[in-house]
């Protein structure tokens, strides 16, 4: 009774949703992206939608639920809110949050599929403040040997893709090309290399006019024409990675106080330059700090929340910057605000090799669709319908919810799992007939056989019955 109205439940549906798991008794809803999300987090949750994206490997596409193991796979791919374009980015498993039912899970994996050759501008934003070259220039030399690394020089450049370039500038008092003059997008990695070794540690010096140099290099510098045509011809997104030893600091009276005002308008420039919609280009900003954090403490934890001196500075808000708060550390909060405006990550790193891993995050290879295995502590939690929440961190802010309903009477066949393997596979339902069929058999026999034992008691008796004269 149960299948037969499971089976009628599903010839008279007709709308798409909630659509049947394959091979189970699940159903899913259509995914609901957040108002605010800035790219959606498109989950693919049927066959069709799995085609549409042209993915070539179907079956790790579509959805997958294990009511035994209490686990879920689903596959999702990034897209413009806006606009019916994909949008490709290189997502590690720590900034994916999978959410369900308020829960957050633990045991995830992600697994990217797809990597494809788009193009990318890196733009480099150097601080050359005087506080690079104190000890006999220690911290920029750390700088000059990140760029130069084997790993850092294969990422900006990967042999599949000859789409990427980069421009790399200096900034203190202003921003300009290493080599004092305009700013250059280099192609290639032989010229690369030739403008780093000669022109990277060349002397220069002034106060930290960090936000102006976001600003600079997100408007004048994107528009210049040599750059903004490499971005157009390419198809390039531009990664701008800023870097600095200090805090924003443009006069000797600076404390950090006086920069909440001044990060909080660096912030809303951010943002809304990347979420104009009269733009193609969205620049994704990085922050790097070169040393130690200044203070215990980060940056609050919402999203657009405001600049206050509090939330920047703690107990140093009337702190002088220079040189009090310079000597102490690096301004990592502002660098958080600024990363999180900017769909990017905040670093802080002291040493060389560690900056040059930072270098080659930025320029991971991106990848057309993502899958996500997760698995619930305890199974119960399958034997009601829930929410699953799939949530970007520290980068593009996203937030897409799904609703899945288990199945009320009926389970699908246990998944099994192969000797080393991290999650279950799924068990076809032609599998379940080796137990259906015989059940089935037993209950037809049944069927038949009172009226066939009636039938033949009632022939035997009737000729066994004298015949009436």
């Known amino acids: 009774m149960p299948l037969l109205l499971l089976l009628v439940g599903c010839l008279f549906q007709t709308t798409e949703f909630p659509a049947p798991i394959e091979g189970t008794t699940y159903r899913i809803e259509d995914d609901v992206p957040a108002k605010d999300s800035e790219v959606r987090v498109d989950i693919m949750t049927n066959r069709r939608e799995c085609m549409e994206a042209k ?16 686990e879920l796979h689903l596959s999702f791919r990034l897209r413009d809110p806006q606009a019916p374009t994909d949008i490709f980015r290189a997502i590690s498993q720590d900034q994916l949050k999978v959410i369900q039912d308020r829960n957050i899970q633990n045991q995830v994996e992600l697994i990217p599929h797809e990597p494809i050759g788009t193009g990318q501008l890196f733009v480099l934003v150097i601080d050359g403040s005087g506080s690079m070259w104190e000890n006999d220039g220690a911290r920029i030399r750390k700088v000059y040997a990140a760029l130069l690394a084997p790993k850092v020089i294969d990422a900006f450049y990967p042999s599949h893709n000859s789409k990427t370039g980069v421009v790399a500038v200096r900034f ?41 140099a976001l600003r600079i290099s997100l408007t004048e510098l994107l528009d210049y024409q040599p750059v903004s045509d490499f971005v157009k011809i390419k198809g390039a997104e531009p990664t701008v990675i800023l870097l600095t030893d200090g805090f924003n600091n443009e006069a000797a009276s600076d404390t950090c106080a006086t920069n909440a005002p001044k990060l909080q308008a660096a912030v809303d420039m951010l943002r809304e330059i990347r979420t ?4 193609s280009v969205r620049p994704t900003v990085y922050t790097v700090g070169l040393g130690t954090p200044y203070r215990k403490g980060n940056k609050p934890k919402g999203l657009n929340d405001a600049v206050t001196p509090q939330a920047l500075c703690g107990q140093f808000m009337d702190y002088r910057i220079d040189p009090d708060l310079e000597d102490q550390g690096i301004d990592h909060v502002s660098l958080q605000w600024i990363a999180e405006a900017g769909g990017g990550k905040s670093y802080v ?121």
């Open 55 to 70: 993915v070539v490997d179907l079956d790790a596409c579509l959805p997958r639920a294990d009511r035994a193991s209490g």
């Open 172 to 212: 203190s008092d202003k921003i300009t090309g290493l080599d004092g003059g305009p700013p250059q997008v280099v192609t290639n990695r032989e010229d690369y290399e030739k403008l780093i070794r000669d022109q990277l540690l060349t002397r220069t010096g002034g106060y930290t006019h960090l936000y102006d």
């Open 276 to 279: 104009n919609q009269a733009s």
């Open 349 to 469: 790193r002291e040493k060389a090799k560690d900056l040059a891993t930072v270098f080659a995050s930025a320029a991971a290879t991106r990848y057309r669709w993502y899958e996500v295995w997760y698995k619930v502590p305890d199974n119960f939690y399958h034997r009601r319908s829930f929410n699953v929440e799939f949530q970007l961190l520290s980068y593009d802010r996203a937030l897409t919810t799904v609703a899945v309903h288990p199945g009320t009477w009926l389970d699908a066949p246990t998944a099994t799992h192969a000797t080393g393997a991290t999650w279950h596979t799924p068990t076809p339902f032609r599998a379940s007939l080796a137990i259906l069929m015989p059940a089935l058999g037993v209950i037809v026999l049944l069927n038949y056989l009172g009226p066939a034992m009636f039938n033949a008691r009632r022939a035997v008796f009737r000729r066994a019955r004298p015949r009436r004269r």
